[in-house]
């Protein structure tokens, strides 16, 4: 079945970097986006960015430019989320998610469809 | 970027009853909306996109609409695992998404 493994738990100091991984596995990797979301504690989701493995392209949301980095390894099906300048307020439940776009209209809707479980970040000195 | 706005933030309901979730994008985003439910410790789970069309494997009981600047989440009849956070997110910006701020249906 379709599934995003990722890595485990991190505890980072401030000013540090982590990076996290999300093994893909069940479909073709290459092919659909990967999506990055983040939960701070007993907060809600927030978008990070998304790449797409086939072309490389990457989208940051603009809150992260600079500070984010979304890579792949299309040899192992693996994306990657690098977060740099690590602070308190980064801590929280990193999840990837696979981007799918569904025609409908002329359209193309853009939703994400299979997740992975997170991986907890914590920021402490 | 574009604004979600849920309403309300929690509401407390019982098994069987039909209860509505609204979202209010700050622009209009067409039929550009997505539900998803979430339960504590878990990772979200799609539930609508597109606005109206169910994904795969989740219960009639669960539908959206709505179209332009509002939208909707209903469950016909409540079930115990249904007690979750629902998410709506808005992909009408791909380079910008962005979710709601998550509406807790509790007993």
């Known amino acids: 079945q379709v599934q995003l493994v990722q890595s485990g738990a991190e505890v980072k100091k401030p000013g540090a970097s982590v990076k996290v991984s999300c093994k893909a596995s069940g479909y073709t990797f290459s092919t659909s986006d990967i999506n990055w979301v983040r939960q701070a504690p007993g907060q809600g989701l927030e978008w990070m960015g998304w790449m797409s493995p086939n072309s490389g392209n990457t989208v940051y949301a603009q809150k992260f430019q600079g500070r984010l980095t979304i890579t792949s390894d299309t040899s192992i099906s693996t994306a990657y989320m690098q977060l740099n300048s690590l602070r308190s307020e980064d801590t929280a439940v990193y999840f990837c998610?696979?981007?799918?776009?569904?025609?409908?209209?002329?359209?193309?809707?853009?939703?994400?469809?299979?997740w992975g479980k997170g991986t907890t970040v914590i920021v402490s000195s | 970027d574009i604004q979600m706005t849920q309403s309300p933030s929690s509401l407390s309901a019982s098994v069987g009853d039909r209860v509505t979730v609204t979202c209010r994008a700050s622009?209009?985003?067409?039929?550009?909306l997505n539900w998803y439910q979430q339960k504590p410790g878990t990772a979200p789970k799609l539930l609508i996109y597109?606005?109206?069309r169910l994904q795969s494997g989740v219960p009639s009981r669960f539908s959206g609409g709505g179209s332009g600047t509002e939208f909707t989440l209903t469950i016909s009849s409540l079930q115990p695992e249904d007690f979750a956070t629902y998410y709506c997110?808005?992909?009408?910006?791909?380079?910008?998404?962005?979710f709601g701020g998550g509406t807790k249906v509790q007993i």
């Open positions: 998610a696979r981007g799918m776009a569904a025609a409908g209209g002329g359209d193309y809707y853009y939703y994400m469809d299979v």
């Open positions: 597109a606005a109206s």
């Open positions: 622009q209009s985003i067409s039929t550009y």
């Open positions: 997110q808005q992909s009408y910006r791909v380079g910008a998404l962005t």
